[in-house]
Structure formats: C-alpha cells, structure tokens
T-cell receptor, first 113, second 113 residues
Framework: GAGVSQSPSNKVTEKGKDVELRCDPI?????LYWYRQSLGQGLEFLIY????????KSGLPSDRFSAERTGGSVSTLTIQRTQQEDSAVYLC???????????FGPGTRLTVL | EDQVTQSPEALRLQEGESSSLNCSYT??????LFWYRQDPGKGPEFLFT???AGEEKEKERLKATLTKKESFLHITAPKPEDSATYLC??????????????FGQGTILTVHP
C-alpha cells in the first residue's frame, strides 16, 4: 500500500566508502525530514526540506553528510568517506495532513565495517 | 535547548495490568506534543498529537494526556501486541526549523501474556 519507502533496507559498506540512501515520499507531501537512530539512542534530526525553501541542515553531524531533494519528491542522503560511527538506522519522514504529523519510512540500516 | 526525558526506560507488564509512561519536556513554546510507537526493525508509527494543556486523546487501549511540562501515555488492560518502544517528541514553537522534532529516548514496553 501507499507509504514512505526507503532503499536499500540494509547497506553494509567498508570504512572510507561513500553511500547513498534513498527516500521515496508519498505524493503531495511538501515537507521531508531525515533522522538517524543509533543503537540505544533516540532519533537524531539531520536535515529538513520544505517546499522550495532552503533546507535546514542544522542537524548534519559533519560535512561528510549531504542531502538533496529533486523536484520536491525523491530525496537522497549521501555520506562520504563513511566512518564506523556512521553505523545507524537512517529514517526519512514526510509531513502528513496534520500539523507536524510525520509519517516515517521503514529506514535503512547502515553498517560500516 | 529543547530537552525531553522519558521514563521509565523499560516497563514490563502482565497482560491486563494497566500503567503509564511519562514524557517530561522543556521547550521555549510548545506547538504540539507527538507520540509514536516503534516496533523492532520498523520506522515510528504516529499515534497522537496534543496541542494544549488539559487535552486528552484516546486510541484503543491508549490514552495520551498533556500538562505544561509533561505528557502521559496511559495503557489500560494492555495486550502482548502493545509491546513496542513508545517515543514522545515535542515541537518547539521557538525552534529554527518549523517541523523539527526532538525525540525522547523512548520507553520499551513489554507485555507478557
């Protein structure tokens, strides 16, 4: 059924490699968020896209992290030169009908060896 | 800086044993308190939004309440299928990002049959 989808569901990579994580949103939602959830930790905000406005990148942990959203739809989170501490579940969410009601995708589990 | 504390960290209940989860928060101005449920290996699932002190919302065996500094998630006669991690997240009206939420660490609820 309809819902936010993310790919891949699991990604194992070697330290130093670049990775791209994809989020496919529900059609019509204008706001998109990326969060990171490390083992035993809460959800950590990374970046926020709202329509045509400049994205809020205040949560990105380093300049190795970047994200883009093409045509107000699909979003890609890129991590360059991955480190072991980047291992986490990366979740994207879209804003639904309610005020700040966010719908989450299933996440991508990233493991950096 | 926004702060969110959830307690207890973990809660074990027998089927039918009612209890409550707590979410204490500090924000400059609350524009919504959100509750989510997260099952292992899945993204958070939206449950409730509360906007003002005194507000209550119910869904099946769950009832969420809100004061100026806390929110409670009451679970009445829980069933094993209610086992999950419950997350709360206040939205800050004074935050730089309209939609950014600060999530608590969550309460891991286990209901034994």
């Amino acid at each position: 059924g309809a819902g936010v989808s993310q790919s891949p569901s699991n990604k194992v990579t070697e330290k130093g490699k670049d990775v791209e994580l994809r989020c496919d949103p529900i059609s019509g939602h204008t706001a998109l968020y990326w969060y990171r959830q490390s083992l035993g930790q809460g959800l950590e905000f990374l970046i926020y896209f709202q329509g045509n406005s400049a994205p809020d990148k205040s949560g990105l942990p380093s300049d190795r992290f970047s994200a883009e959203r093409t045509g107000g739809s699909v979003s890609t989170l890129t991590i360059q030169r991955t480190q072991q501490e980047d291992s986490a579940v990366y979740l994207c969410a879209e804003e639904g009908q309610g005020w700040n009601e966010q719908f989450f995708g299933p996440g991508t589990r990233l493991t950096v060896l | 800086e926004d702060q969110v504390t959830q307690s207890p960290e973990a809660l074990r209940l027998q089927e039918g044993e009612s209890s409550s989860l707590n979410c204490s928060y500090t924000v400059s101005g609350l524009r919504g308190l959100f509750w989510y449920r997260q099952d292992p290996g899945k993204g958070p699932e939206f449950l409730f939004t509360l906007y003002s002190a005194g507000e209550e919302k119910e869904k099946e065996r769950l009832k969420a309440t809100l004061t100026k500094k806390e929110s409670f998630l009451h679970i009445t006669a829980p069933k094993p299928e209610d086992s999950a991690t419950y997350l709360c997240a206040p939205g800050d009206a004074g935050g730089t990002s309209y939609g950014k939420l600060t999530f608590g660490q969550g309460t891991i609820l286990t209901v034994h049959p």
